[in-house]
C-alpha cells in the first residue's frame, strides 16, 4: 500500500507517519512538504491514500484536489488540517475524509476503515501464505532468452541503466522492466523496497548497520561486497520486518 503525507510542518508529517506505521506497517508512505510537490509525486508515482495538509505554503489544499482526482481518480484523498472551520469545505470537494490535528490513532483506524483500506490488510494478511506458496519463480528475460529464478534465491534487486539487474544465487540478469514492475510481481513474497533503486530479499540479509551521516545500510547474502544505502524513512520498517 503507497501512502502520500504531504504537509509543510516536519513534525506533523512525522507524527502521521509514527501512528500511519503502526496500523500498517507494510505501507510506503512518502512524504512531499508544498503543493507542488504534491503534484509532482502524484505525477510521478501510483498512491492509494493521499494525505494532504489544507494550508499548504504555496498553494491550498484545496485548490489542489481537482487536480489529483484527475492524475489519478482511484486514489483516495484526505485531508488533515488544525482548523475545523474548513470541514464543509472539504466534503464539498469530495474527499473521502477530514483529520483534525493532533492526530488521534483511533480516529485514523476509522478513517482507514471507511476508505476500505483496513479490511483489505486482513485480506492481504490472510492470503500472504497461499501466495508465497503459489509463487515459488519468476520469468526473466534476458540476452534474448527466458530464464526461470526461484524467487528463494534472489538476493535483491537494483535499477540499471533502463531496467533492472537481478542479483541471484546463480548469478546475474538484467532486464528492461522497471523496479516498481518488479515490486507488484513480488509482492507478499518477503520482498521490501529498502530505497528507491533497490527490491531486497528480506531472507537473505545478513547485516544492517550505521552507514555515512547517521543512514543505515545492508549487507545481502552472497554480495557481502556490496554495501545497499537504506532509506531513511524505510529504516523503522525494515527493523520491523527483520524483528529488530
Not at 46 to 65: E, M, S, W
Not at 137 to 155: C, S
Request: glycine residues 8%; proline residues 2%; charged residues 35%.
Amino acid at each position: 500500500m503507497r501512502i502520500a503525507v504531504v504537509d509543510d510542518e516536519r513534525p506533523a508529517r512525522s507524527e502521521l507517519r509514527h501512528q500511519l506505521l503502526e496500523i500498517l506497517p507494510e505501507a510506503d508512505i512518502e512524504e512531499g512538504e508544498s503543493g507542488e510537490q504534491a503534484l509532482e509525486m502524484a505525477g510521478e508515482g501510483r498512491y492509494d491514500l493521499f494525505f494532504l495538509d489544507i494550508n499548504l505554503g504555496d498553494i491550498k489544499g484545496t485548490a489542489l484536489v481537482n487536480a489529483l482526482k484527475n492524475m489519478q481518480p482511484d486514489m483516495k484523498i484526505v485531508f488533515v488540517t488544525a482548523y475545523s472551520e474548513y470541514a464543509v469545505k472539504a466534503f464539498e470537494l469530495g474527499v473521502e475524509d477530514y483529520i483534525m490535528k493532533p492526530y488521534d490513532k483511533r480516529r485514523l483506524q476509522k478513517m482507514l476503515k471507511k476508505c476500505g483500506f483496513e479490511k483489505e490488510r486482513l485480506q492481504k494478511k490472510e492470503e500472504q501464505n497461499t501466495a508465497r506458496e503459489v509463487i515459488r519463480r519468476i520469468a526473466i528475460n534476458t540476452d534474448g532468452k527466458t530464464v526461470f529464478e526461484e524467487i528463494r534465491n534472489i538476493a535483491y534487486i537494483e535499477t540499471c541503466n533502463r531496467g533492472c539487474m537481478i542479483h541471484t544465487m546463480k548469478g546475474e540478469y538484467y532486464e528492461a522492466k522497471t523496479i516498481g514492475e518488479y515490486e507488484k510481481r513480488l509482492a507478499d513474497t518477503g520482498f521490501f523496497r529498502s530505497q528507491k533503486s533497490y527490491l531486497i530479499n528480506l531472507e537473505k540479509v545478513k547485516e544492517l548497520f550505521l552507514w555515512g551521516n547517521n543512514s543505515f545500510a545492508i549487507k545481502m547474502e552472497g554480495y557481502e561486497k556490496n554495501i545497499l544505502p537504506v532509506g531513511r524513512e524505510k529504516i523503522k520498517v525494515l527493523r520491523q520486518l527483520l524483528g529488530g
